[in-house]
């Protein structure tokens, strides 16, 4: 029965593929298939060391038992799971792989090695390794052992096909009781479906039970979000940190929901977390755009120009790029910059605008009316674009379109652009008085 409370001991219930200790992930457990040879006193003895994680003892048994019996599935697995333990990823799948080979029919193996697989984004190998779990008894394991392999399918899932990732869960659910993390991954499929009223109801059953839990706090707060609420998803957030201090995932969401609000507080906030955080994309993209809508374009675009390293042909970040570019007159540039967002996304408007700008900042009148033309497919005119409308017709000497511009944009200015409101108004004269 040793093998079996060893077994028992280290079996762990799945949340997440990414533990930060791989002695406490769930992918480490003990092989518990049934077998009727008799087992050796070194793999007992090696188990148990394993039990003790003692992992030095027990590959110092394990290594000339394997070098004898390489084929010893029961052996390789325990290697397997001391090597896993040790962080030592690529030696562990080798010898889950043979373990596997050696007995194709031990659920462990197969587990084990699909959610190694899946901790290292190997997910298409990793799930054939799981469905094949999936298939086999369970043994002494026990219908919980199935359920974890049903469980991390449908975290894999979750990402291409939300509806089977559903059908993943409800495989694990008649085979174990629902647990914490089962209700976080119901109520993220439901948001991600569309069922918001049901994520929401989800959310808050864990938070009933666990005020605590970062990540309800956080899926309560991100569909609050989405549906504008900003004060009581402030004041969700804010109460989650008194419990939870410091964690990333709520702070940069409360520092959303102040950015939306125009506080002041999400600047410093951000900056706090970008230095706990430097190498985190999602932070240093919010950081970006505060900075810039904070007027502060040269400290933004040492962000932005650091992002566009590693993602070169994000558009998102081309276009934020570009802006500061404008601010800081640097029109070529920018230019350059909306040009290729524009190319990577033809439907982002925000691209088309950039580009209509610059364009007319940089002599191209004929860019400027294809990038307004493109843009209107999007959103609807404003007086800055009926301004550029009116300046690249005048420029390319189209007097009929540039009348009908200027006057539009003096209809909707409402005084609030008064340079530009003179300008119109000077070149009306010139072109209606023209013959």
Not at 34 to 44: K, M, N, R, T, W
Not at 228 to 253: C, G, H, M, N
Request: cysteine-free; aromatic content about 6%.
């Amino acid at each position: 029965m040793l093998r079996f409370a060893i077994f028992v001991v280290l079996l762990g219930s799945l949340a997440g593929f990414g533990q930060s200790s791989t002695q406490e992930s769930s992918s480490q457990t003990l092989a518990a298939e049934a077998s009727d040879q008799p087992v050796s006193q070194e793999i007992l003895d090696a188990e148990a060391d394993i039990l003790k994680s003692d992992w030095q003892a027990a590959e110092a048994k394990l290594t000339p038992w394997l070098a004898v019996h390489p084929a010893d599935a029961r052996a390789l697995f325990a290697a397997g799971y001391v090597a896993d333990a040790q962080n030592r990823p690529d030696d562990a799948a080798d010898l889950y792989r043979r373990s596997v080979e050696a007995n194709p029919k031990s659920l462990e193996a197969h587990l084990s090695l699909g959610l190694l697989l899946a901790r290292q984004d190997q997910f298409a190998e990793a799930r054939a390794e799981l469905v094949s779990a999936t298939t086999l008894e369970p043994g002494e394991g026990g219908p919980e052992l199935k359920a974890k392999a049903w469980r991390a399918l449908a975290r894999i899932d979750q990402n291409t096909d939300v509806t089977q990732a559903s059908n993943d869960l409800l495989q694990a659910l008649k085979l174990s009781q629902e647990t914490e993390a089962d209700t976080l991954l119901a109520a993220s499929l439901a948001d991600q479906t569309g069922q918001y009223q049901e994520a929401e109801a989800a959310y808050r059953r864990v938070l009933a039970e666990d005020p605590k839990s970062a990540a309800a706090n956080a899926g309560v707060a991100h569909l609050l979000i989405a549906r504008k609420e900003y004060p009581e998803a402030e004041r969700i957030l804010r109460s989650a940190l008194e419990q939870i201090p410091d964690d990333p995932a709520l702070t940069a969401q409360l520092a959303a929901v102040l950015a939306a609000q125009d506080k002041a507080e999400a600047l410093p906030l951000l900056k706090k977390l970008h230095e706990a955080h430097p190498g985190t994309p999602s932070i240093s993209r919010m950081l970006a755009e505060v900075l810039s809508e904070a007027g502060d374009a040269e400290g933004s675009d040492k962000l932005y120009a650091e992002l566009l390293t590693t993602s070169p042909n994000d558009a998102d970040l081309l276009v934020g790029h570009g802006q500061n570019l404008v601010h800081e007159g640097k029109y070529p540039e920018a230019y350059a910059a909306f040009d290729k967002a524009t190319k990577l996304d033809p439907a982002g408007a925000a691209g088309w605008s950039g580009l209509a700008y610059v364009a007319s900042k940089t002599n191209r009148p004929s860019v400027t009316i294809n990038a307004l033309t493109i843009r209107s497919k999007f959103l609807p005119e404003v007086p800055s674009t009926y301004f550029l409308w009116a300046t690249a017709y005048d420029t390319l000497h189209d007097k009929v379109a540039a009348v009908s511009y200027y006057h539009h944009f003096l209809e909707s200015s409402g005084g609030k652009f008064p340079s530009q409101e003179e300008q119109a108004r000077h070149r009306l004269i010139l072109l209606e008085n023209k013959n």
